[in-house]
C-alpha cells in the first residue's frame, strides 16, 4: 500500500497567464503558495486482476483500464503502465470545486503514488509535467499549469510559464518570521458556493484572443514579476493587499462569470471593514476568498463576514510526498 500527501494552494496573483493561450505567446507567471490543507490518494495492490476507484461517492470496479471512468485515473494508469490488479481511494482535506487546485493536487499525487507503487521515484518537475500533458494535451481540459507545479513543488514561489514549455519555479526568499507576519494578516472564508471551474476556464480561454483581455493578464503577470522583486527585497507583505486589490479588479474582467453579485457585496462588506484587498480563489464563480486584513482589522473583517466559514492554514514548504508504504 502507498498514499500520498500534496498540498493544495493558494494564489496570490497572475492566474490566467498560465494557460497555453497566454504563455504559448508570451511568458506568465504567478506567485503562489502551498498549504497544509491536502490530497490524499491511496494505490493498493488487488487480490484480483481487477480495477477498482473510489473517488466522492462513486465506486467503479472494472475488468481492464478501458473501462475505467474516471478520465485521470484512466490516463495515469496508462501513462505509468499499470493495466490490472490496482486499486485507487483518494481523501481531501477540503472537497472539490473550491479554488484550491484540488483537481491538479490529486493528478499530481495519484501519479506520485502510482510510480511509488511500480518502485519509481519521480522528481517534482517529472511529476509536475506528467500532470500537466494529462490534464491539457490528453484530456483537454482548459487548464493552466501552476496548480499542477506547486502541488509537486510546494513552497511559496513564484513560477513562470514559458512559451517553448519549460516552467522555472522559484522559491520567495522570505524570513520565517515574515511568513508568520503573512499568514496572520490574511483570512480564507468560503462564500458557499463549490463550482466547476471548467465553464469558466473556458470562457476566459476563448476571450484571451481579445486584445483588451490580454492586456490585463500582461498586468497580472507584470504584478507577479513585480511581487517577486518586493518581498525577495524583504518588502512588508502589506504590498500584497494593494495587489490582491489590483489584481482582482483585472481578473473580475476576463469573463463574465468570474465573479456575481453576492461574491461583490461580501468583497465590498470586507473592504469596508479594513481589509486592503483580496481575491477569490481559483478560476472564480464561488469557492473561497482570499482577504489580507492588518491585524488590527482582521477581527472587524471577520465580523463583517460572520455568515461565511474560515478556513484556518499555515504555509506548506514541502508538495507532494509518500507519507506510507507497506
Known amino acids: 500500500m502507498i498514499i500520498t500527501r500534496t498540498p493544495f494552494r493558494i494564489s496570490f496573483v497572475g492566474g490566467g497567464t498560465d494557460l497555453p493561450d497566454f504563455y504559448r505567446v508570451e511568458p506568465g507567471a504567478v506567485v503562489s503558495t502551498a498549504i497544509n490543507k491536502y490530497m490524499y490518494v491511496i494505490v493498493n495492490q488487488r487480490f484480483t486482476d481487477t480495477i477498482r476507484v ?12 478501458d473501462e475505467v471512468k474516471h478520465p485521470v485515473v484512466r490516463e495515469a494508469l496508462k501513462l505509468t503502465g499499470i493495466t490490472q490488479g490496482i ?14 487546485g484540488s483537481s491538479g493536487s490529486f493528478t499530481v499525487g495519484l501519479l506520485n503514488a502510482l510510480y511509488a507503487y511500480k518502485g519509481v521515484l519521480k522528481s517534482a518537475e517529472d511529476l509536475a509535467r506528467e500532470a500537466c500533458h494529462i490534464e491539457m494535451d490528453i484530456l483537454g481540459e482548459p487548464v493552466g499549469k501552476q496548480d499542477q507545479y506547486i502541488a509537486a513543488c510546494g513552497g511559496f514561489r513564484f513560477i513562470q510559464f514559458n512559451p517553448d514549455e519549460t516552467v ?11 511568513k508568520e507576519e503573512l499568514v496572520a494578516n490574511l483570512l480564507v472564508m468560503y462564500t458557499g458556493d463549490a463550482r466547476d471551474a471548467s465553464p469558466i476556464l473556458q470562457e476566459q480561454k476563448q476571450n484571451t484572443t481579445q486584445a483588451d483581455k490580454m492586456d490585463r493578464l500582461r498586468n497580472l503577470r507584470d504584478m507577479a514579476m513585480d511581487i517577486k522583486s518586493q518581498l525577495n527585497s524583504d518588502a512588508s507583505g502589506d504590498i500584497l493587499g494593494e495587489i490582491l486589490h489590483r489584481g482582482w479588479m483585472l481578473k473580475r474582467q476576463l469573463a463574465d462569470s468570474i465573479s456575481n453579485d453576492k461574491i461583490d457585496k461580501y468583497y465590498q462588506k470586507a473592504l ?8 477569490l480563489l481559483g478560476a472564480g464563480g464561488g469557492g473561497f476568498l482570499l482577504l489580507y486584513c492588518p491585524q488590527p482589522k482582521r477581527a472587524a473583517v471577520k465580523e463583517a463576514l460572520s455568515q461565511l466559514q474560515e478556513l484556518k492554514f499555515s504555509l506548506e514548504p514541502e508538495g507532494s510526498k509518500i507519507i506510507y508504504v507497506v
Open 272 to 279: 469596508d471593514a479594513g481589509a486592503l484587498g483580496g481575491k
Open 87 to 100: 486499486e485507487i481511494a483518494s481523501i481531501a482535506d477540503v472537497h472539490a470545486g473550491a479554488g484550491l
Open 54 to 65: 473510489s473517488y466522492y461517492s462513486k465506486t467503479e470496479l472494472v475488468d481492464n483500464v
Open 168 to 178: 522555472i519555479a522559484e522559491n520567495i526568499i522570505w524570513s520565517a518570521d515574515r
